[in-house]
Structures are given as C-alpha cells and as structure tokens.
C-alpha cells in the first residue's frame, strides 16, 4: 500500500508540474512536449535516480497513449475543414511516406553506412508526423483550411502505414512481393472498421437515453479504442481504425457533443504528458551524447532532402502552389510517434536498435526546436498567415427522452455571420424554437425582434423529427449569414 500512495503521490505531482509547464512553455514560445521529457530526465537516472529502461512496456503504454491521442485528434477535427483537404491529406499519408522512407534510407545507407535493411527501419521510424504536435500546433496559427486540413490528417492517418512498415522489419526475415498487398489490405481493412464502428456507435448513442451525462464521453471513447481492438484482432491497421472511427463520431450529432470533445481533450492532454514524461524517463542523458552525430545527420536526410522531395511528388496532382509546398514540408513536425515506434525493433532485440531509439530522441528534440519555434514566422514570411481563423458555431445537444424532443445550446463564437441576424431571420423549421438567450451573464425570452450578437448562448427546443435541419441551418446560418439560402450554403 506504501508502493501504491508513493505512486499516486509522484504521479499527480508530475502531471501538476506538466500542467503548469504549458504555460511556460506559451511564455516562452517552446513546444511543450519538450518541458515534459525534461521532466522524465530529471526524474530519471540522471536526476532524482529513477531507472526505467523497460522497452516493451514503454511500446505499450506508447502505443496505448497514441491511440487516446488519435481519439482525441479525429473527435475534435472537423469535416468540413478536412473534405476540400481528402485528397491531398491521403497522399501525404500514403506516398508522402513511401517517398520518405525511400529517400531517408538511401541517405543514411551512403552517408551513415547503414545496411538497406536498417535504414529501411530507421526511414519507416522516422516518416511519421505527430498528431499531437500537429494539431496543438497548426490550429492557431491562422493559415488556410486546405493547409490545416491537409496536415492533420496526415498526421492522423500516416501513423498506420509507418506502423506496418516498422513492425514487418522488425519481425519478417526477408521483405517479399506480398508485403505490398498486406499493407494495402491493412489500410482498407483498418478505414472500413473505423467506418463500421463510427457509424454504428454514433447510431447507438443518439438513440440510447443514457441517465448520466458523463456517460456519453466514456461510451464514445471506448467505442474509438473497441475500433483499435477490432482492427488488430482483424489483423488489420487498428490505429487507422482508431482515427477513422474518431472522425466519424466527432462529426456526428451526438448528444453533449460539447462535454465528449472536452473529455477526449482532457485524455489527450493526459496521454501527451505521460507519453512524453515517460519517454523522457527511459531515455539517458549519457548515451545521447554518443547519437548527437547520427541523430543530426538523420534530421539533415529527413528535413532537407526527405520531406521536400515526398511532398513535391505527393502534391504533383492536386496543384499546390509553391509557397504552400514549402510550409508542408516545414511544417511535417514529429514527436512522440517515432520514439515509440523505435521501441518496437528495441523490444524485438534487433541489432543496432538502441542507436536507433537513441537517434530518435536527438532528431525529435532538434527538429521540435528548429520546426517547432520556427513554423510561425515561415507562415508569415511565406504569406500564408492571415490571422485567427473565426471559429465553429458550437452547438450541443441533450435528449429529452420523455418529450421526444432535444435541447440544443449553441453558443456564437467571433466572426460568426449569425451576428446581426434578428431572430425572425433564423427561420428555423417546424418543430424548433429558441426559448432562451444567454448574454452577458443574464438569460431573458426572445422577442421576434431580438438581434443576435457574439458570444450570445441560445437555448433551442426541437422536436426529434426537426433536429438534424435545425442544426444544419444553424450552421448554414454561421457561414453565410442570413442569405445562406441564396449563397447555396445549407449547413451540411
């Protein structure tokens, strides 16, 4: 019992401290993860003497971590940023990884002298981008949807394809014609089991009157990672599984919509710190210093050669301007992905997977600092930053089982169209009303007369028959105003 409180103890510390270094890590213009692996470090052997060097239960917990960070990515990622971006965004996470781990592999074959095999390895380990970088990153950066969109799904979607690369080097003997049709079966099977699960678990929830409101976040998150589960025992990609079942949920009506997206933030946040602390933990200062060179030589292959080149040949098709090119390829950051990706060769004790794990965590820690810090200012200087994207009507919903009906809050965020709009003007269909308005603090009936303004919180009743149209006209609405009609604009 001692063991257990003294663990307790330590770890809700550590997460405190985790807490607070976001904000020092905003102060200071530093990427947080790397506060979080300095506080694995320092509670390591090279600072208060904890020794940690465990390799498969770091994979697991790494990759447990990842899959709460994909859940989070894909609740909170919106469909309509992402759609104009699909085609772009598959290519990135298909051929833009094909092309870097090609590319990586023969620079660190003729440059390091790696055999083909392991630099084969060392360019799957290191294709990946980071979902949790990414998206804490990009989204206030206030560049384009097609450039956020873009990298965001790439970074939830091109973890699946490193995976199976790194896992089929480490255990296969020899690399045959059949791995490209496994990794094609992996893929497709992976999306179609994310598609499944998310329709049938958004089904599921918008019909189940569950008593408690927390229970909707626990049953959505655990549909996500029933997802993962399903694609591994399938023997298929469980992590695109994981993502694609994610993004199918978070843009479904769901009940507490709001409070789901919260919870799954909050575990993301949690994954991110203990994935980061304990990466941190099982790394040693000491034999860092020995993977300075390879780790550089690696980061130079990857950002300069690597990267460029795959998203050159990857966005032939789609037209992207060249100023856009270059920020996709400054702005492919990695993370925690290629760490815990490393884990797996380690934990198959290959040969030379300890330089390689070690490498990893100086490429990470370099191009974090050199991508990371610098990311803002080459959107600016490339023209690309127009500052703060407005954002999403947010609109909630709860079930009034007993009514047959559905409460939907929707709060009007800055730069909405809906500001100005008078009530009689929102034309909602039969069924719908809005009973409430919230506004700066004080709550009061609408008049038809009652105009609209930002940061306004409206309480809508509809019946369930007149729910779904009632949100889209909202949307609609927020988009494009109170001629949303006459723009084609209809909320979908």
């Known amino acids: 019992m001692n063991g257990l409180t003294l663990a307790l103890g330590i770890g809700a510390a550590v997460v405190l401290v985790a807490v607070l270094a976001v904000r020092v890590s905003v102060r200071l213009g530093l990427p947080s993860l790397l506060l979080y692996l300095g506080i694995g470090v320092a ?22 971590a990842l899959v709460l960070i994909l859940i989070e990515g894909g609740l909170t990622t919106r469909w309509t940023d992402v759609r104009p971006s699909l085609g772009i965004g ?108 998310g329709w049938l678990g958004a089904v599921a929830l918008r019909r189940v009157a569950l ?69 941190g933990l099982f790394a040693s200062p000491s034999r860092l210093l020995e993977s300075v060179v390879p780790g550089l030589v690696a980061a130079a292959v990857l950002l300069l050669l690597a990267r460029p080149l795959s998203v050159f040949l990857s966005s032939l098709p789609f037209r992207v301007p060249w100023r856009e090119q270059v920020f996709l390829s400054w702005a492919g950051l990695r993370g925690a992905v290629p760490i815990v990706l490393a ?21 990470v820690i370099v191009l974090t600092l050199v991508q990371g810090g610098t990311l803002p200012l080459f959107a600016r200087v ?55 308005v919230t506004r700066e603090g004080e709550g009061f009936t609408p008049e038809p007369t009652t105009r609209l303004q930002v940061h306004d919180q409206l309480l809508i009743v509809a019946t369930q028959q007149a729910r779904d149209a009632t949100e889209r006209r909202i949307r609609a609405l927020d988009r494009a105003g109170r001629y949303a009609r006459w723009r084609g604009e209809h909320g979908d």
């Open 211 to 279: 008593p408690a409101t927390g229970l909707y976040p626990l049953a959505t998150v655990a549909m996500c990672v029933v997802a993962f589960s399903t694609g591994q025992l399938a023997h298929a990609s469980g992590l695109l599984a994981t993502y694609v079942a994610a993004l199918v949920l978070g843009n479904s009506q769901l009940p507490h919509r709001a409070d789901t997206v919260s919870f799954a933030e909050g575990l993301g946040w949690l994954s991110q710190i203990g994935l980061f602390v304990l990466l």
């Open 90 to 197: 598959i290519a990135l996470s298909t051929v833009a990884v094909a092309v870097s781990v090609g590319v990586t592999a023969a620079g660190l074959h003729f440059i390091l002298g790696l055999d083909w095999k392991q630099a084969a390895l060392w360019g799957s380990v290191l294709a990946p981008t980071d979902a949790a970088a990414v998206f804490s990153v990009l989204r206030g950066l206030g560049v384009s949807k097609r450039l956020v969109g873009s990298l965001e799904l790439e970074s939830g979607l091109n973890d699946a394809p490193s995976y199976i690369a790194v896992v089929v080097l480490s255990t296969a003997t020899t690399i045959d014609w059949v791995f490209p049709l496994l990794a094609v079966y992996e893929l497709a099977a992976g999306a179609l089991i994310g598609l499944g699960l």
């Open 43 to 64: 509670i390591g052997e090279a600072g208060f003497g904890i020794r940690f060097d465990d390799a498969q239960l770091t994979q697991a917990l790494g990759l447990a």
């Open 382 to 436: 490339l023209g690309l930053a127009k500052g703060a994207r407005s954002q999403h009507v947010e609109v909630d919903a709860a079930p009034l089982d007993e009514l047959g009906a559905e409460l939907l809050q929707v709060k009007i965020p800055q730069g909405s169209r809906l500001h100005g709009i008078y009530l009689t003007e929102l034309r909602l269909p039969p069924g719908a009303t809005v009973s409430l």
């Open 343 to 363: 884990m797996i060769p380690l934990s198959e004790n290959l040969p030379g997977a300890r330089d390689l794990v070690d490498a990893v965590f100086v490429l």
